[in-house]
């Protein structure tokens, strides 16, 4: 069952990623607004997980038919964009993301009363987050150290804290709890396919240390449609892959050590939101800094090193030799038929 989980997975995440990078590549050569296609293809990787299981187990219908349906929507939003309003479009697809996590987290709570177990199975239980706060503690902590030291070495310290003393930007991460009951869905979308249900197969494949890397590798290559036509330009595109790959690996050693110590999808989710938020608030910008960087290789040097020596650290630590990976969501399964 668990390797058909996987092909399933596969099929249905990469899938939707390249059947989509074609709307993509139009819209882009148009010069169109492209802003939605991040947001449907951070939906991707739990739309394969959720047709994965599915077509082997069934699952949480009240859960994964609205998450399916409403990846579908914003599909298809996005694709609107070349035709329509570029600001209708936006609002309406932000309106179905606030909408969605709402609506879906009002149905986890009813799964939560009427079968605790199948929220275990689904990797929807919270886990251990009176220990993960601790490490949403670091994570914040470790981020703003980053920025510092990235704004030493350019020598624009002064214009770093000019931004962090804006009322809006202090507002703006103090909101962030609040914020994210409303946005949670997008960055479970993509923790749900690659912690909860590839970490623990690639671990219990190749270990512990080596699953959580190619998950990095994974991922980062999963980015490759928004790497050229989105975050970045084509002829940037070397420099944004290699940027993507090194995000993707040392984001994805630190979250997947998480994931293993509270077992909480949830942290982890969070911890996701949290960078991707930051990236644009503490740039004193908006949404719109996120797409068409252009990188010199000091900078992605620089970003490599930070990133790697403060996050990919933590593929060194004791318990990461030691400790058992996760169960796959097929152990989880099988787990509930034997207790039956």
């Known amino acids: 069952m668990e390797k058909k989980q996987l092909k399933y997975f596969y099929l249905f995440n990469f899938g939707l990623t390249i059947l989509m990078a074609i709307p993509l590549a ?4 148009h010069e169109k607004d492209t802003s939605v296609f991040p947001l ?5 990787p739990a739309f394969g997980v959720m047709m994965a299981r599915l077509l082997t187990k069934g699952g949480p219908k009240k859960i994964f038919f609205p998450y399916l349906a409403g990846t ?15 600001m209708v479009v936006n609002g309406l697809s932000q309106g179905l993301v606030i909408l969605l ?6 149905q986890i709570r009813r799964l939560y009363k009427k079968d605790p177990e ?10 251990n ?3 993960g706060m601790v490490w949403i503690l670091f994570f914040l902590a470790t981020i703003f150290l980053r920025f510092i030291l990235s704004h030493l070495l350019e020598g624009t310290m002064d214009e770093f804290l000019e931004i962090l003393t804006r009322p809006r930007v202090i507002l703006a991460v103090l909101l962030l709890p609040v914020n994210f009951l409303f946005t949670w869905l997008v960055f479970f979308g993509e923790e749900y396919g690659w912690r909860y249900f590839l970490q623990p197969v690639l671990q219990k494949k190749y270990g512990v240390r080596k699953g959580i890397i190619l998950v990095g590798l994974i991922w980062g290559m999963w980015h490759l449609p928004l790497n050229l036509m989105f975050y970045n330009t084509i002829d940037q595109g070397l420099l944004s892959v290699i940027t993507q790959w090194i995000t993707c690996i040392g984001y994805g050693i630190f979250f997947g050590y998480v ?13 996701h939101y949290v960078n991707n938020n930051l990236a ?8 719109e800094v996120l797409q068409n960087n252009v990188f010199t290789w000091s900078g992605v040097a620089l970003h490599g090193i930070l990133t790697l020596v403060l996050f990919g650290g933590f593929l060194f630590v004791k318990e990461l030799r030691t400790r058992i990976p996760l169960p796959t969501m097929a152990e989880r399964l099988a787990s509930k038929e034997i207790s039956e």
């Open 129 to 131: 987050v009176k220990k």
């Open 72 to 86: 579908g929507l914003i599909m298809l939003s996005s694709i609107a964009l070349y035709f329509t309003d570029s």
């Open 26 to 29: 139009i819209a882009y050569t």
């Open 101 to 106: 996590s709402l609506y879906l987290l009002f």
């Open 280 to 287: 644009v608030i503490l740039t004193g910008q908006g949404p």
């Open 118 to 127: 199948d929220l275990y199975i689904s990797g929807l239980h919270l886990g």
């Open 259 to 271: 994931y293993q110590k509270t077992d909480s999808l949830w942290i982890v989710c969070f911890l």
């Open 40 to 44: 449907a293809q951070m939906l991707y």
